[in-house]
């Protein structure tokens, strides 16, 4: 269970109330580096679920990944580290506000350590368009993936023009129990949009 405090900061979510049964071949670390993905949802645990794939996936691959939030928003540790990520190698960053999240993304990037840069955003709606450019830029130069994480409705726009993959999230249970977390792609400038992906797991004792 969340303890409670924890459970009163706005918008958090439960990483490991799905824990993972299959890695996706097309949601993966490999197809998203070098290019600025978003995954949204309407405070959906299947966004953050499957972002920890990502995270999970570039681990496996021994990418280097960092993890950037703001104050008031954040995953549960044991949750995480319930679903096989190791967070010793997991770069965590707290930025005052969702604003300075992409310049602390962009420092990291041009260090060129991270295969693997995740930017929490919360409902945060668009990110300046030089500020876009600039990761863009980056990320293709280090083939790092870039993938940003908002809270927002289905019919809502990207946080930015220059976002290539723009993906939204929903969650169902199936009848034996487990619970199934689709993708949609809402935008694609690599291949054709409207793709879909889902994933099976399995929830906590406590929800079984």
């Excluded at 703001?70 to 770069?91: H, N, Q, S, Y």
């Excluded at 993906?167 to 949009?193: F, N, R, V, W």
Aim: charged fraction near 20%.
């Amino acid at each position: 269970m969340i303890p409670a405090a924890v459970n009163k900061i706005p918008g958090i979510t439960r990483a490991s109330a799905l824990t993972r049964k299959s890695l996706s071949r097309v949601w993966s670390w490999e197809a998203l580096a070098g290019q600025v993905s978003e995954i949204s949802g309407a405070a959906s645990p299947a966004t953050l679920t499957l972002s920890m794939d990502l995270v999970l996936d570039a681990q496996r691959q021994s990418e280097v990944v960092a993890w950037i939030t703001t104050k008031d928003r954040f995953f549960f540790p044991p949750d995480v580290v319930e679903c096989g990520i190791d967070l010793g190698a997991m770069v965590v960053v707290r930025a005052p506000t969702a604003a300075d999240a992409p310049r602390a993304a962009e420092m990291l990037i041009r260090s060129g350590a991270f295969g693997l840069v995740v930017l929490d955003m919360g409902k945060e709606t668009g990110i300046p368009l030089p500020m876009q450019a600039r990761l863009v830029k980056l990320a293709q130069q280090h083939h790092t993936a870039v993938l940003y994480v908002t809270i927002k409705p289905d019919s809502a726009a990207s946080v930015g023009s220059l976002v290539s993959l723009h993906a939204t999230t929903q969650m169902s249970q199936t009848p034996s129990g487990s619970y199934e977390c689709g993708i949609k792609i809402l935008k694609d400038k690599h291949s054709a949009p409207n793709w879909a992906h889902r994933e099976v797991y399995c929830g906590p004792a406590g929800l079984r």
